[in-house]
């Protein structure tokens, strides 16, 4: 079992920027690929960043790209999301996920990841 934990979120106004950090426990994540998703009321859940172990591939949803960065320490487990230039419309619960089934940052976008975080909340006002 891998257990994650969300931290950073917050309320902001728009244009500033928050850090997101998803700490995971509970095994190495070695082969893993991380990644952060979120919802919105009323709204389907996004795919917006991945990251593989090596860092080597990437993804970022067009709606986040350009303004949002996805990085990891493998030493510490954590990957993190630092989100710039945030609009209103990135208001959402945001969710950190893992996986092992997939080889691309990409992938994680069409599966459901096996493991989760809570979430944490970001609020963007105008």
């Known amino acids: 079992q891998v257990q994650l934990v969300e931290s950073g979120g917050g309320q902001v106004q728009a244009g500033g920027s928050l850090r997101l950090s998803c700490a995971a426990s509970g095994r190495t994540l070695g082969g893993y690929v991380m990644g952060w998703f979120r919802q919105a009321p009323g709204k389907e859940r996004e795919f917006v960043s991945g990251i593989t172990w090596s860092g080597s591939s990437l993804y970022y949803a067009d709606s986040v790209k350009g303004r949002f960065a996805i990085s990891r320490d493998n030493a510490k487990n954590t990957v993190y999301l630092r989100m710039n230039s945030l609009k209103p419309e990135d208001t959402a619960v945001y969710y950190c996920?893992?996986?092992?089934?997939?080889?691309?940052?990409?992938?994680?976008?069409?599966?459901?990841?096996?493991?989760w975080g809570q979430g944490t909340q970001v609020t963007v006002s105008s």
């Open positions: 996920a893992a996986d092992r089934r997939i080889a691309s940052a990409q992938a994680m976008g069409a599966l459901v990841p096996v493991f």
